[in-house]
């Protein structure tokens, strides 16, 4: 079992960057592919980025291609999100989450472990 906490969610204005960053607890961090996710006030979870064990591969939503960039530290235990060119609509809380799956996926139920959620604000 693996435990997410995120970090680094905050209030920027349109057109800044924020760098969210997800430690996981456990010693078997590069088991898990792992992926960002993000929710909207009255909308459902949507995908945001993924990237494989050794971060060799890399997946993004078209809303965000270009503008985001998922890595990870596995000496660290940790994955992170850079957010740049943000825009009123990137606005949402941003989860964390990890798979054992055997490639990445977008979906959520693709997913084993989540964290708590750090909350994103763009102002306009």
């Known amino acids: 079992q693996v435990q997410l906490v995120e970090s680094g969610g905050g209030l920027v204005q349109a057109g800044g960057s924020l760098r969210l960053s997800c430690a996981a607890s456990g010693r078997t961090f590069n088991n898990y592919n792992m992926g960002w996710f993000r929710q909207a006030p009255g909308k459902g979870r949507e995908f945001v980025a993924a990237?494989?064990?050794?971060?060799?591969?890399?997946q993004y939503a078209d809303s965000v291609k270009g503008r985001f960039t998922i890595s990870r530290d596995n000496a660290k235990n940790t994955v992170y999100l850079q957010m740049d060119s943000l825009e009123p609509e990137d606005t949402a809380e941003y989860y964390c989450a990890a798979s054992v799956g055997m490639s990445i996926t977008t979906m959520p139920r693709g997913y084993n472990y989540w964290g708590q959620g750090t909350q994103v604000t763009v102002s306009s």
């Open positions: 990237i494989d064990r050794r971060g060799f591969t890399a």
